[in-house]
């Protein structure tokens, strides 16, 4: 390497990395251990690697120069358009987070701050897209496991696509529960850890107490995690957690092989809902059963279409004629 290639660090530039550090850490403690911070960091990075083109992730990059919201709104416009609403909502929250911190640590004065984070998204980022419904037809083929997969891993990931999709439980729930929380004589997988920090039953199919009974024989008996990580020789490793981008590798990918590439594990709780409610069940049932404390959450999670209202408009009474 010649000197041209060497970049001496100035004082300022130690200052400068000082405070970034010092906000990008005051944001990721800002949020709760878990789940949450990895969510909230990891979008900070997607927006900071996205308008850098991989040059930077959420702590190295020079969030200080976003002094106007319409320096903040131009960066939203080349980013939001490569996600999905929801996920340019979040993105949008982590924004002013992070420039909130950068205000507490001194880099940025209370009028950048306050300009900064008034910032416009783009009209496509607001817009609710109409999520694609999950078909019998098509969870049937993501359920089908066949061709050269280990039978450890095949007999684990089955039971665990079919417990997501009889409970609607959230991939960071199921992956929690240990063999000392099945109780499928009763129907039921006890969830220890929940989003909503309250711990709950979620109900499982007869189809679902089947296959997870078949996997528990696989498994053996050993204490730990009814779902662990496997071993390079496909030995269960129960006393891990499997992680939750493990689950979300494992949907994915089977849902490529059964021709459902858009599938992510939320969509499965989508399913859970939309077919619960297609059978007529009452939607407060139906939000105690997967967890909500909102029937306005649960409505959100309805995917049935324009087909399911028209459908449903014919039942109505109405006359026949008008004389």
Same mark, same amino acid.
């Given at each position: 390497? /010649?000197?041209?290639?060497?970049?001496?660090?100035?004082?300022?530039?130690?200052?400068?990395? @000082?405070?970034?550090?010092?906000?990008?850490? /005051?944001?990721?403690?800002?949020?709760?251990?878990?789940?949450?911070?990895?969510?909230?960091?990891?979008?900070?990075?997607?927006?900071?690697? /996205?308008?850098?083109?991989?040059?930077?992730?959420?702590?190295?990059?020079?969030?200080?120069?976003?002094?106007?919201?319409?320096?903040?709104?131009?960066?939203?416009?080349?980013?939001?358009?490569?996600?999905?609403?929801?996920?340019?909502?979040?993105?949008?929250?982590?924004?002013?987070?992070? $420039?909130?911190?950068?205000?507490?640590?001194?880099?940025?004065?209370?009028?950048?701050?306050?300009?900064?984070?008034?910032?416009?998204?783009?009209?496509?980022?607001?817009?609710?897209?109409?999520?694609?419904?999950?078909?019998? #037809? @098509?969870?049937?083929? $993501?359920?089908?496991?066949?061709?050269?997969?280990?039978?450890?891993?095949?007999?684990?990931?089955?039971? $665990?696509?079919?417990?997501?999709?009889?409970?609607?439980?959230?991939?960071?729930?199921?992956?929690?529960? /240990?063999?000392?929380?099945?109780?499928?004589?009763?129907?039921? $997988?006890?969830?220890?850890?929940?989003?909503?920090?309250?711990?709950?039953? #979620?109900?499982?199919?007869?189809?679902?107490?089947?296959?997870?009974?078949?996997?528990?024989?696989?498994?053996?008996?050993?204490?730990?995690?009814?779902?662990?990580?496997?071993?390079?020789?496909?030995?269960?490793?129960? @006393?891990?957690?499997?992680?939750?981008?493990?689950?979300?590798?494992?949907?994915?990918?089977?849902?490529?092989?059964?021709?459902?590439?858009?599938?992510?594990?939320?969509?499965?709780?989508?399913?859970?809902?939309?077919?619960?409610?297609?059978?007529?069940?009452?939607?407060?049932?139906?939000?105690?059963?997967?967890?909500?404390?909102?029937?306005?959450?649960?409505?959100?999670?309805?995917?049935?279409?324009? @087909?399911?209202?028209?459908?449903?408009?014919?039942?109505?009474?109405?006359?026949?004629?008008?004389?």
């Amino acid at each position: 390497m /010649t000197m041209s290639h060497l970049h001496l660090v100035t004082e300022s530039d130690a200052t400068v990395f @000082e405070h970034r550090a010092r906000a990008h850490k /005051t944001f990721a403690l800002s949020y709760k251990e878990g789940e949450s911070r990895r969510t909230m960091v990891g979008a900070l990075n997607r927006v900071a690697s /996205t308008f850098s083109s991989g040059k930077h992730d959420g702590a190295s990059f020079p969030w200080e120069i976003l002094v106007d919201g319409s320096l903040t709104s131009e960066l939203m416009s080349i980013v939001a358009p490569q996600f999905e609403p929801a996920t340019t909502q979040r993105d949008s929250a982590a924004i002013r987070k992070i $420039l909130k911190c950068f205000w507490r640590v001194g880099f940025l004065t209370l009028d950048e701050f306050t300009n900064a984070k008034d910032f416009e998204l783009p009209r496509t980022a607001t817009a609710q897209r109409q999520r694609q419904s999950l078909s019998k #037809a @098509e969870l049937v083929n $993501l359920l089908q496991f066949s061709g050269k997969i280990n039978p450890i891993k095949a007999a684990r990931d089955q039971a $665990l696509l079919f417990a997501l999709a009889s409970s609607g439980a959230r991939r960071t729930e199921i992956t929690q529960v /240990t063999l000392e929380d099945v109780h499928l004589e009763d129907g039921y $997988l006890w969830l220890p850890t929940t989003k909503m920090g309250i711990p709950r039953k #979620a109900w499982m199919h007869s189809q679902a107490i089947s296959v997870i009974h078949q996997w528990m024989h696989t498994r053996g008996n050993d204490p730990g995690m009814l779902f662990p990580p496997l071993s390079r020789t496909c030995r269960p490793i129960t @006393e891990r957690v499997m992680s939750s981008h493990q689950v979300w590798t494992i949907v994915t990918d089977r849902a490529k092989i059964a021709q459902v590439p858009w599938l992510t594990p939320h969509d499965l709780r989508r399913y859970a809902v939309t077919q619960l409610l297609a059978a007529g069940h009452d939607i407060s049932l139906v939000a105690r059963i997967i967890g909500h404390k909102s029937i306005m959450s649960t409505a959100r999670y309805d995917t049935r279409g324009n @087909e399911a209202c028209r459908m449903a408009i014919n039942d109505l009474e109405i006359p026949n004629s008008i004389r």
